[in-house]
């Protein structure tokens, strides 16, 4: 049996990418760090984020714009994808994204390569915490899974024990951010046995 058939199988992730911008200018990211005995990316500091469940689903318009909409439904229907997104960020943080507007801006897609303990096709999208509601500073209330949840500028955040995708992830977001564009959403392809990288336009 072929390294690649042995691989566990991949499953729909999503992830936010929470950002905030200080009144002296600096935008702030928000991480956590999971924990050291976990099955996957043990103690790497990541966005909050997850598998998407069974049970997820949206009911009425998605937070996204039009564009989003239709480069995210090229992935899969993207109703499970954003109730995930949403519920990860909750359940990790205690903050909820106002989901009545299009809040969300979907930003990258990857695949994580054969080899590793788990596999995710994970959609990341980009938020403001502006449209968030609960304690940006306080997480009592949030589940355990991340640990040392905090904001931490954009350059700072580089410095951190990060995976790969994350670090490629964070660069993306600080580019537009900061005035960049996205010709397309990038797309980091490891279904197969040949890294690929593409954009969703």
Same mark, same amino acid.
């Given at each position: ?7 566990p ?7 936010? #990418? ?5 009144? *002296?200018?600096?935008? *702030? $990211? ?6 050291? /005995? ?8 990541v ?5 998407v469940?069974?049970? !997820? ?6 937070? @996204? ?6 480069? @995210?439904? *090229? ?6 994808? #954003? /109730? ?5 960020? *909750? +359940?990790? %943080? /205690? @903050?909820?994204?106002?989901? !009545?507007?299009? &809040?969300?801006? =979907?930003? =990258? ?10 596999? =995710?096709?994970?959609?990341? =999208?980009?938020? !403001?915490?502006?449209?968030? &509601? ?7 209330? &949030?589940?355990? +899974?991340? &640990? ?12 951190? !024990? ?5 670090? $490629? $992830?964070?660069?993306? #977001? %600080? ?9 397309? #959403? ?9 890294? %690929?990288?593409?954009?969703?336009d």
């Amino acid at each position: 049996m072929s390294d690649l058939a042995a691989a566990p199988p991949i499953r729909a992730a999503a992830t936010i #990418v929470l950002t905030r911008r200080l009144p *002296q200018g600096e935008t *702030q $990211v928000l991480m956590g760090q999971r924990g050291a /005995a976990a099955a996957f990316m043990p103690s790497k500091y990541v966005f909050p984020g997850g598998g998407v469940d069974p049970e !997820d689903a949206f009911d009425g318009p998605l937070p @996204l714009n039009g564009e989003c909409a239709r480069r @995210l439904a *090229q992935v899969a229907p993207p109703g499970p994808l #954003v /109730a995930a997104a949403l519920r990860e960020l *909750q +359940e990790e %943080t /205690a @903050l909820a994204l106002r989901a !009545d507007r299009p &809040s969300m801006r =979907f930003v =990258f897609r990857a695949i994580t390569p054969p080899g590793r303990s788990r596999r =995710f096709d994970a959609c990341f =999208f980009l938020a !403001d915490a502006a449209d968030v &509601s609960g304690s940006l500073d306080h997480f009592d209330e &949030s589940l355990t +899974e991340l &640990s040392h949840l905090h904001w931490i500028g954009l350059d700072a955040a580089r410095a951190l !024990d990060l995976p790969f995708i994350t670090e $490629v $992830v964070l660069a993306e #977001v %600080t580019n537009l951010i900061r005035g960049g564009t996205q010709p397309g #959403v990038p797309f980091f392809d490891n279904s197969g046995p040949v890294p %690929t990288f593409r954009r969703i336009d």
